[in-house]
């Protein structure tokens, strides 16, 4: 790490040659900070050194300031501009001196989805998109990517990236957006689809019994449908990164009981490893199957939150699952959860359960009511699951975040 020196020239103090670039997120940002990224395009990160979040970055490195859908304060219109580290907290765009905490966005960064991409899952049964960033004509910052089913309005698992060396460093805004919807998804209102009061007549009409609907759906013991997230906010660093997630093709139809249970326990269980272990880990996320009650007459039916006399879209999966791959070093895990706080005995896993052998999986994974867990091998999992992806030949990640090392 370059050391600070400063010259008098001129009666001037400047700064040496060679010295980092660093900037500190309380002292150096803009209210609305730009997207920072590199010549590939890739998000510069802040990480945690002691107590202060820093951005480090090697004098002369060539970075990329974006506003999507804004602009860069005084800059005119422009959404985006070329800017060089100079040393200290200094950038040089278009030849002049400027500080990052002048370089802010005039409105918060805009997502957008791009879809039709190619085709994905299993038997080419999704579509893929992805949500990101555009900027100027053919600039694209990918966040998730999606794999959407549109016979039954449901994504088939989602992708994304946990930045382990970043994730303690992240953005912690207490206001979280609206979900937002985007054409050439959804022909369903999921506004409707979410609302409580539509759920509970849904659960009315399905079971044939209003009181047994009550059974099943009762909001102050988190009984009801929540947007359960695929890539979760608190999984990236950065605001813009987090309010890109709250899209209706990056949720399924979770129990809340489950959603606040075992399925955020296991993100946590995935974060504190990511964080661990100080390295990238490429997390994918599904639903499978679809959730299933007794009726009246101890029939199953299956829930779909979109159901009319014409269509039955929006499925309520049977499970959602996680496969957590840290490819630098060729290993990985994946892990079941199951959709119904309801159930008073364990279901049959669509695999051989591994939990045991996972230290990191730290919490009551036989906690039924708040979403019974299990976990598998990847190969296993794929092997009931075809949308699980093919990993090739992996070990299973059974890392003890006891254990010293973390990184090896």
């Not at 998000?43 to 002691?50: D, I, Q, S, T």
């Not at 800059?75 to 001196?97: I, P, R």
């Not at 049977?318 to 990985?332: E, G, L, P, Q, Y």
Request: with cysteine.
């Amino acid at each position: 790490m370059a050391t600070a020196v400063l010259y008098l020239l001129c009666g001037v103090f400047v700064l040496a040659a060679g010295e980092d670039c660093v900037f500190d997120k309380n002292a150096d940002f803009p209210k609305i900070s730009p997207l920072i990224m590199d010549s590939g395009l890739k998000f510069v990160l802040p990480a945690k050194e002691n107590d202060s979040v820093l951005i480090r970055i090697p004098t002369g490195t060539a970075l990329t300031l974006a506003c999507p859908g804004s602009s860069i304060k005084g800059q005119d219109t422009k959404e985006s501009v070329s800017a060089t580290c100079v040393g200290g907290n200094v950038l040089s765009v278009d030849g002049k001196e400027k500080k990052l905490s002048d370089l802010g966005c005039k409105k918060k960064p805009k997502s957008t989805i791009l879809s039709r991409l190619d085709f994905c899952g299993a038997d080419a049964a999704g579509v893929l998109a992805s949500v990101g960033f555009q900027f100027g004509e053919d600039e694209f910052h990918e966040v998730i990517s999606v794999c959407y089913e549109g016979n039954n309005e449901t994504t088939l698992y989602s992708k994304h990236t946990i930045h382990g060396a970043n994730i303690d460093a992240k953005d912690v805004d207490p206001k979280r957006p609206s979900f937002k919807t985007s054409k050439g998804f959804f022909n369903v209102s999921m506004k409707t689809c979410y609302e409580k009061k539509n759920q509970r007549q849904l659960l009315q009409d399905l079971l044939q019994d209003n009181s047994l609907a009550e059974t099943y759906f009762f909001p102050k013991k988190q009984y009801y449908f929540a947007k359960g997230h695929l890539a979760p906010d608190a999984d990236f660093v950065t605001e813009a990164e987090q309010d890109a997630t709250y899209y209706y093709i990056n949720a399924v139809p979770q129990w809340q009981a489950f959603n606040n249970g075992n399925w955020k326990y296991l993100e946590m269980a995935t974060r504190t490893l990511a964080e661990y272990l100080g390295t990238d880990l490429e997390i994918y996320t599904g639903a499978w199957g679809v959730l299933e009650l007794d009726n009246v007459k101890a029939k199953p039916v299956e829930v779909y939150l979109g159901l009319t006399v014409q269509e039955r879209v929006v499925p309520a999966p049977a499970v959602t699952w996680k496969v957590i791959h840290d490819k630098k070093n060729s290993r990985a895990a994946a892990v079941v959860g199951v959709n119904n706080p309801h159930i008073t005995s364990p279901p049959t896993p669509l695999c051989s359960d591994l939990c045991s052998s996972l230290p990191w999986i730290d919490f009551d994974v036989h906690d039924l009511g708040h979403g019974y867990t299990y976990c598998c091998t990847v190969e296993d999992l794929r092997a009931s699951i075809p949308h699980v992806p093919d990993l090739g030949d992996v070990s299973l990640l059974d890392v003890s975040l006891g254990s010293s090392g973390g990184g090896c």
